[in-house]
Structure formats: C-alpha cells, structure tokens
C-alpha cells in the first residue's frame, strides 16, 4: 500500500489550496478514504472521510463549511479542497484508508501572511 500527498504549498490566510492523495497496493474504489493532519506538536487528527463510492462525507468541526473531500476512482486519488485557510490549519497532511498502518510522507501546508 503507498500513499503519494501533494499540492500543500504557503498560503495567505483566507486562501485556498488542493491536496491530491494518489493511492496503490489495494483495491481503491472499495474503500473509504481520510484526510488526516498533524501540527508541530500535536497529534495527528482527522480531518475529512469519503466513503467508497463518494455518496458519503463527514468532515471534524474544525473545518466543516471550509474543506471539501473527494475522489476520482478511475484515477485511484482522493483531495482535499481548502478553502478559508486560518494559521490553524497549518500542519502535514496525510491520506490514508482504514485498517492500514503505514503512511505517506504527506504535504506540507504553512498558513501564514
């Protein structure tokens, strides 16, 4: 399983950005998909999950109305949309899918005037 995360980038506050997550080693369209993050210092926490088909999504509070979540199953990728960035959203993001324990090596989001 290999995750690939790009598209972070240095951002003024109130920009936006899109993450991109191209995944291998398993069968992607059977599968929901997350966006995780982790600030210096912090846990990392979950941001955004898409079910398998994209008919579902759930987002945490914190960026809920701001972010958007989706996927493309014939490209094996799921994104992140950002939009509204505040500092507080600076952090490596991550994807993943449930059940597997290795990482990508993310990408970098620095919000910041």
């Known amino acids: 399983v290999q995750f690939v995360e790009s598209g972070g980038g240095l951002v003024q506050p109130g920009g936006s950005l899109r993450l991109s997550c191209a995944a291998s080693?398993?069968?992607?369209?059977?599968?929901?998909m997350l966006w995780y993050r982790q600030a210096p210092g912090k846990e990392r926490e979950l941001v955004a999950r898409?079910?398998?088909?994209?008919?579902?999504?759930n987002y945490a509070d914190s960026v809920k109305g701001r972010f958007t979540i989706s996927r493309d199953n014939a490209k094996n990728t799921v994104y992140l949309q950002m939009n509204s960035l505040k500092p507080e959203d600076t952090a490596v993001y991550y994807c993943?899918?449930?059940?597997?324990?290795?990482w990508g090596q993310g990408t970098q989001v620095t919000v910041s005037s």
């Open positions: 993943n899918t449930p059940g597997v324990t290795s």
């Open positions: 080693g398993f069968t992607f369209s059977s599968y929901s």
């Open positions: 898409i079910s398998s088909v994209g008919g579902f999504t």
